[in-house]
């Protein structure tokens, strides 16, 4: 899986004049997702599914990592707003803490405490203070504009309670452990997440151990459990050297050939390990095109 220490993914969409927020089986995602996902304050499989397949279409993430990568630094509360969204790219967007305006002469900037980035002729703004997993609460241009804590040596790495406090081309990033369930630690070794054990690892291969993904972050092993993903998720492990929180094994979620648009409305995609068909046109988008939903 992917460095879950940094998220900087831009969410981009297109224009979208609907916002009727329907998932794929015609259900008003709305007044679902009080019943599914409220009552055991985890999304299911399948409310995994159809975020992937929202996001995408407003540009927010690839479906071919979704499952294997962008799940896993998502709260559940930021899930649940994707599929209250539906539709409407803007809420999409905001689910995340940004703020996209046209603006095709765009510029990275930093405008007090907010970083604006930019991306195929619109605006991206995201205040540091409160946006969805910030790496820190002051903006810094840095190869664009980043949330950071200041700049920083490689002395600098430490920790602050749970969260990771370390130095990335010479500015100081954020990382809360605790959001998956780990701890900080520091010591000989340096300055890292620790799920409690201290397993030595030098490759970026996954392996599922029961119902946890194992992968190596910082030098050592730590474990992520599929059942604080979602409610009926358990570990797979992909050809690939990748490994996933789904409901099966059938096809595989990560990598290339992970969707297609089977018609003009329609998308067969592989959510969790599981082929599944949704119809576009239902989910109040504009129909299916290059292997995902369009806006």
Known sequence: MANPGVVSLVWGCGDDASTTKIDASGTDVAADVAGDVAMSGLPTAADLGRACVIASACGAIGLTDCFTDSLFTYYSEVVQCVLAAGSDCSAVQACRGYTVTPDPACTPTCTGTTAVNCSGGNRYSFDCTTGFASTGPTCQLSGGAQCTGGACTAADDICDGTKLRSCSS??????????????????????????????????????????????????????????AVATGATCYAQSNGRAYCGVGNACEPGGSGVSTCTTATTLSYCAGGVQQTFDCVAMGFSGCTSGRCAP
């Open 170 to 227: 010479s500015v100081l990033l954020d990382f809360d452990c605790g959001h998956f369930g780990w701890s900080c630690v520091s010591g000989a070794s340096g300055t890292r997440c620790s799920d409690g054990s201290a397993v030595a690892c030098s490759t970026f291969d996954e392996t599922c151990s029961g119902n946890q993904v194992v992968f190596c972050r910082n030098g050592f092993q730590v474990k992520r459990d599929c059942a």
